[in-house]
């Protein structure tokens, strides 16, 4: 990923994988949900949850066994673009 951002143009400035802590929050979100059922408890009124809507549940579940299984990885990532060669032409009105 890094290598095609780079051929793309970009300048990576900062690049850090979270795949490990995508997978501990993973592990965490499925502790919490087993808890709640549990206990028959509801979701908390707010949470990422709200956003996702009803399939949540499952998104965060199949994001976590990706994870798990390195099928997928997650990253934080402060890219700049390359100076280019060209000019920039402003115009004013």
Do not use: Y
């Not at 979701?43 to 976590?64: E, K, Q, T, V, Y």
């Amino acid at each position: 990923m890094r290598r095609t951002l780079e051929q793309a143009g970009f300048r990576v400035v900062d690049w850090k994988d979270r795949s490990e802590a995508g997978i501990s929050w993973s592990a965490e979100q499925r502790r919490a949900r087993a808890a709640a059922q549990a206990t028959g408890g509801a979701s908390p009124p707010l949470g990422l949850h709200i956003a996702m809507g009803p399939d949540f549940p499952r998104l965060s579940a199949n994001l976590g066994r990706n994870l798990s299984e390195r099928r997928v990885g997650l990253i934080q990532a402060v890219l700049a673009t390359r100076p280019s060669s060209r000019a920039l032409i402003c115009s004013a009105r």
